[in-house]
Every structure is written in structure tokens, then in C-alpha cells.
């Protein structure tokens, strides 16, 4: 069983920004141009531009200079499928999917700091999962921030599924214990826990959610089966220094790359990828439930350079 199905368009849509920006800026840039050191150049601000990182496009552009050098390749429109290729080679063929409990509940923590669009991301994944025909059970753990509940207490309501909250300033702890319990009464297809963000380097916060994962270990075999880091696309790099303090605290599973449609710089997927070594597992692409989709590495990279133009051969 796998959860979320994908579809292109959305992904479409969502990565327009970047395919606008990136994908047919860069086609413009090399069209009739014969690769040199100067073009190349101009492609690697293209990839930093775009959020790839500097460490990621300095290989791939050292294997274009190479593969230049080499009569490989002379035209600027034959380093388009090269550059696909070189990228989408960092996932070599893996489509990294949500883990699915072999006994439900599946359990799915959330974690993020404030601002990053978390508790959204988290009704969207509700929304989507019951759109398919999952059961499942909210678990309003940042009990310290009263608008991140009420949030979550509307979406539970509009989307007819269980909400388990505590009182304001309440133990988390305690409410994800309530919430195991009763996604295991109710055989829910899936427990979502959403946490309390404030800052990633706040020690308080992240003792919280090593108790929290703790409670879920005790509870429910093999819990939590994700631990989903949900960052903002539009934040850039500073995504990853929030990834890896989350990653030491609570082994972080998976990446909910959020707002993918309000940004130009969808690169940061790859940056991702090669800094961390953590897979992003769902994009945001819009505020649709269908716009939350499961991350495909080839389609990704595609729909990151845009539609190559069709040629007219009429004449």
C-alpha cells in the first residue's frame, strides 16, 4: 500500500516559477552558442541561482568542462540533457516514498519551526489521505501555540476526522499518548502528529520532541514509521541548517519540501539531497490537497527545466 498518488500537472504548476526562471532562462542563455569557459561559467550562476548549492554544481559543472574538453559535447543545447541527466543521477533510479506500518496505525510526526507553513502542511496531508479513503487521527501537539489548535480543529471538523488536543500550555507528551490510544481504538489508517516549531536551535524544543518520539516508540510498534521535517523552498539554504539540528535531535526520515510554487529557486531539492542525505518525500505545490504530491526525483528535474519548445518543421 502507498500513500499519495502523483500527478504531473501539479507538479507542473507548482515548479512553474522555477521552470520560468531557471528552466527557460537557461535555454535562452545557450541557445546557438557553442560551449566555452564563458557559457559554462554563466550556467554554473544559473545552478547556484537557482538554488542547487555551490558544492553540487561545482561537480556537475566540472564534468561539463570535462565532457567539452573532450569533444563530448560543442552546442549550448546538448548541456541541457547533460545537466538532467548529472542530476537526476543523485537519486541513481530511487523514488523515495511515505513508509507504510505493516500493522496500522502508520504513524507520521511532523516537526518544523514556526512560519514554515507546519500545521498547514499537516491538514493538507489529512486532506489528501482522506481523499484517498484513509482513516485518520489529529494529534494537536503544539500545545503552545493556541492558533496552531484551533487551526488544526477546523480542518478536523471540515474534514470529518478525530482531532485528540490538551489544554493550552498541556504536557505534548501527554496529548500524543491520548492520540496513540485512540488512533489504536479506532484502527485509524494513520496517526498525524503536528509539534510546536519556535527555533530549531531552542533546547527545550527539541527535548520535547525526543519525549514525544519516545511516547510513540512505547505505544505503537515501530513508531513514528516517518519523522517529516517540513521546510520552506522559499527560505533557500537556511533550510538546511534547520534539517540537520532537527536530524541530530529527533532522525529526521523525510523532507516536506512546502511552498515549491512560491519560489523561482527549486533547486534547494538537490542541495538537499547532496548536504543531508535525507530524502524529500512530499513537495508543496500549491493550496490544493492534490497540490500535496510524492516526490518523483526524474519528473522533478524535468519539470524543473520547463517543456523544451516545440520545433517548427513546417518550413
Same mark, same amino acid.
Request: glycine share 12%.
Given at each position: 500500500m502507498r500513500f499519495f498518488k502523483r500527478t504531473i500537472e501539479a507538479v507542473r504548476r507548482g515548479l512553474s516559477r522555477t521552470a520560468n526562471a531557471f528552466g527557460d532562462g537557461l535555454r535562452s542563455l545557450l541557445s546557438g552558442r557553442q560551449l566555452d569557459d564563458e557559457l559554462i561559467d554563466e550556467i554554473e550562476a544559473r545552478l547556484i541561482g537557482a538554488d542547487v548549492g555551490v558544492r553540487t554544481t561545482s561537480e556537475i559543472v566540472e564534468e561539463l568542462r570535462v565532457a567539452v574538453r573532450s569533444g563530448e559535447l560543442e552546442r549550448g543545447e546538448d548541456a541541457i540533457d547533460f545537466l538532467k541527466n548529472r542530476l537526476k543521477r543523485?537519486?541513481?533510479?530511487? +523514488?523515495?516514498? %511515505?513508509?507504510?506500518?505493516?500493522?496500522?496505525?502508520?504513524?507520521?510526526?511532523?516537526?518544523?519551526?514556526?512560519?514554515?507553513?507546519?500545521?498547514? !502542511?499537516?491538514?493538507?496531508?489529512?486532506? +489528501?489521505?482522506?481523499?484517498?479513503?484513509? !482513516?485518520?487521527?489529529?494529534?494537536?501537539a503544539d500545545t503552545f501555540r493556541a492558533g496552531a489548535v484551533e487551526q488544526l480543529a477546523i480542518w478536523a471538523d471540515r474534514l470529518g476526522v478525530d482531532l485528540v488536543r490538551g489544554a493550552a500550555g498541556a504536557d505534548p507528551a501527554a496529548v500524543v499518548f491520548d492520540a496513540a490510544d485512540s488512533a489504536l481504538s479506532r484502527k485509524a489508517d494513520v496517526l498525524l502528529v503536528d509539534t510546536a516549531g519556535r527555533l530549531h536551535v531552542d533546547a527545550g524544543l527539541m527535548r520535547q520532541l525526543v519525549k514525544i518520539r519516545e511516547v510513540l516508540e512505547r505505544k505503537?510498534? @515501530?513508531?513514528?514509521?516517518?519523522?517529516?521535517?517540513?521546510?520552506?523552498?522559499?527560505? @533557500?539554504?537556511?533550510?538546511?541548517?534547520?534539517? =540537520?539540528?532537527? @536530524?541530530?535531535?529527533?532522525?529526521?526520515?523525510?523532507?516536506?519540501?512546502?511552498?515549491?510554487?512560491?519560489?523561482?529557486?527549486?533547486?534547494?531539492?538537490?542541495? %538537499?539531497?547532496?548536504?543531508?542525505?535525507?530524502?524529500? =518525500?512530499? %513537495?508543496?505545490?500549491?493550496?490544493?490537497?492534490?497540490?500535496?504530491?510524492?516526490?518523483?526525483?526524474?519528473?522533478?528535474?524535468?519539470?524543473?527545466? @520547463?517543456?523544451?519548445?516545440a520545433v517548427d518543421r513546417s518550413s
Open positions: 543523485r537519486w541513481d533510479g530511487e +523514488s523515495p516514498g %511515505i513508509a507504510v506500518a505493516d500493522t496500522a496505525p502508520t504513524v507520521v510526526l511532523v516537526v518544523g519551526v514556526n512560519g514554515v507553513g507546519k500545521t498547514t !502542511s499537516v491538514a493538507k496531508i489529512a486532506q +489528501s489521505l482522506r481523499q484517498e479513503g484513509r !482513516s485518520v487521527v489529529l494529534a494537536a505503537i510498534p @515501530g513508531a513514528p514509521h516517518e519523522v517529516l521535517l517540513v521546510l520552506d523552498a522559499t527560505s @533557500g539554504q537556511n533550510a538546511l541548517a534547520q534539517a =540537520k539540528n532537527f @536530524g541530530e535531535a529527533v532522525g529526521v526520515t523525510g523532507i516536506f519540501l512546502a511552498k515549491l510554487d512560491g519560489t523561482a529557486r527549486g533547486g534547494i531539492v538537490v542541495a %538537499i539531497r547532496d548536504s543531508l542525505n535525507v530524502p524529500v =518525500k512530499l %513537495i508543496g505545490v500549491g493550496e490544493r490537497p492534490e497540490d500535496v504530491q510524492p516526490f518523483d526525483p526524474d519528473a522533478f528535474i524535468d519539470e524543473m527545466f @520547463g517543456v523544451e519548445p
